[in-house]
């Protein structure tokens, strides 16, 4: 199973920006779909974004399409979010998963679809 943890969340002002990590131990991400969730508080884990294990094929929630930008670097076992034009509303943990899969196009967008995931990591959006 891999193990994954996440860095790079902090405060930052409306319209700014935040580069999330997901670095990846135990076993190579190179067979693992990948993706980004959030939890904001009293609220439910929902989907941000997910990247196939060949990096060809992403997909983003309708609400950050635009903004931010999810990849990966399978050579530094290393997934990352770009977000942009940060809203007060993306505050919330941010959640790496992982899931093995032997299909390299695939993504998969449901938090129940996934078996391995981070401890999160803090974004504050200030207004």
């Known amino acids: 199973q891999v193990h994954v943890v996440e860095s790079g969340g902090g405060l930052v002002q409306a319209g700014g920006s935040l580069r999330l990590s997901c670095a990846a131990s135990?076993?190579?991400?190179?067979?693992?779909?990948m993706a980004w969730f959030r939890q904001a508080p009293g609220k439910e884990r929902e989907f941000v974004a997910a990247?196939?294990?060949?990096?060809?094929?992403?997909g983003y929630a309708d609400s950050m399409k635009g903004r931010f930008t999810i990849s990966r670097d399978n050579a530094k076992n290393t997934v990352y979010l770009q977000m942009n034009s940060l809203k007060p509303e993306d505050t919330a943990v941010y959640f790496c998963?992982?899931?093995?899969?032997?299909?390299?196009?695939?993504?998969?967008?449901?938090?129940?679809?996934?078996?391995?995931w981070g401890q999160g990591t803090q974004v504050t959006v200030s207004s």
């Open positions: 998963a992982a899931r093995l899969t032997t299909i390299g196009t695939i993504i998969f967008t449901s938090p129940a679809r996934f078996g391995s």
């Open positions: 135990g076993r190579t991400i190179s067979s693992y779909a």
């Open positions: 990247i196939s294990w060949s990096g060809g094929n992403t």
